[in-house]
């Protein structure tokens, strides 16, 4: 007697870094009905949980959102400025170097925080930690050429 389930769907993974005027367009939408919602719509993409980070311009001075994965660790939040892999720093991770003082919005709670990267041992690990729950970032780590994928701690 023939099997009649359907057949397996293979999963792969097509790699695609989104250009970076496509990630602030996707960005926009997704700050906009994350702050209408207060976080109903936006707060987990891709199996990630999102959180919106403001840093203020290191040139400009004005406020820029991003909704970014956050993740919590050792009684830390944490977030990673892997950019999807490109070879380059996000504009929000140069300027919280520029001004460590951040907001931050989970859900519809809006706090203040000061953020400082991760160095060391302590980097180390809640790096391996992050990628053991979420292998796409060892992936990045292929994308982004000699870049040091940086872990930011927001205290």
């Known amino acids: 007697m023939a099997d009649s389930s359907?057949?397996?769907?293979?999963?792969?993974?097509?790699p695609w870094v989104p250009k970076p005027k496509t990630m602030?367009?996707?960005g926009r939408l997704h700050i906009q009905l994350y702050q209408r919602t207060r976080g109903l719509l936006g707060a987990r993409a891709d199996g990630l949980d999102i959180f919106l980070l403001t840093t203020t311009g290191r040139k400009s001075g004005v406020d820029r959102t991003v909704a970014i994965p956050y993740f919590r660790r050792e009684g830390k939040l944490l977030t990673i400025a892997s950019y999807g892999g490109?070879?380059?720093?996000?504009?929000w991770y140069i300027n919280l170097r520029a001004n460590p003082d951040v907001r931050y919005q989970?859900?519809?709670?809006?706090?203040?925080g000061t953020?400082?990267?991760?160095?060391?041992?302590?980097r180390q690990r809640l790096w391996d930690s992050v990628a053991h729950e979420h292998p796409r970032f060892k992936r990045y780590l292929k994308w982004c050429g000699d870049r040091e994928i940086p872990v930011v701690?927001?205290?």
């Not at 359907?6 to 097509?14: Q, S, T, Y």
């Not at 490109?86 to 504009?91: L, R, S, W």
């Open 6 to 14: 359907p057949p397996a769907r293979r999963r792969f993974f097509i």
């Open 24 to 26: 602030k367009r996707i």
């Open 86 to 91: 490109n070879k380059k720093n996000p504009a």
């Open 106 to 112: 989970i859900g519809g709670e809006v706090q203040r």
């Open 115 to 122: 953020a400082r990267t991760a160095t060391g041992e302590e």
């Open 153 to 155: 701690v927001i205290d």
